[in-house]
């Protein structure tokens, strides 16, 4: 099995920063696509931003130029740093990775989410 451990959720008054991390560990071939959701209450759970295995990204309109997605390939992490937070990015933030294992000696994709972690920004 596969599991993702995030960190670095917390509160932080708007124009803050917070960098959250994601680590996979468990039964893991290689990683392909690494990236972050969020749902914040009464609404449902929305792409922030992905990254792909050869570090191309994509970004949500809502954080393009105020967030950004990388990753480190030799500790299966990815990370997210976030910059001038406003009020509107609180949400709890989920982390999600493509998983290639072995089954049967074939390569084969999965897909593991973290347990999420909360980010509140105050105004």
């Known amino acids: 099995q596969v599991q993702l451990v995030e960190s670095g959720g917390g509160l932080v008054q708007a124009g803050g920063s917070l960098r959250l991390s994601c680590a996979a560990s468990?039964?893991?071939?290689?990683?392909?696509?690494m990236g972050w959701y969020r749902q914040a209450p009464g609404k449902q759970r929305e792409l922030v931003a992905t990254?792909?295995?050869?570090?191309?990204?994509n970004y949500a309109d809502s954080v393009k130029g105020r967030f950004t997605i990388s990753r480190d390939n030799a500790k299966n992490t990815v990370y997210l740093q976030m910059n001038s937070l406003k009020p509107e990015d609180t949400a709890v933030y989920y982390c999600?990775?493509?998983?290639?294992?072995?089954?049967?000696?074939?390569?084969?994709?999965?897909?593991?989410w973290g347990q999420g972690t909360q980010v509140t920004v105050s105004s």
């Open positions: 999600n990775c493509v998983v290639v294992r072995l089954v049967s000696s074939r390569p084969i994709e999965f897909s593991y």
């Open positions: 468990g039964s893991i071939f290689s990683i392909n696509a």
């Open positions: 990254i792909t295995g050869g570090t191309s990204t």
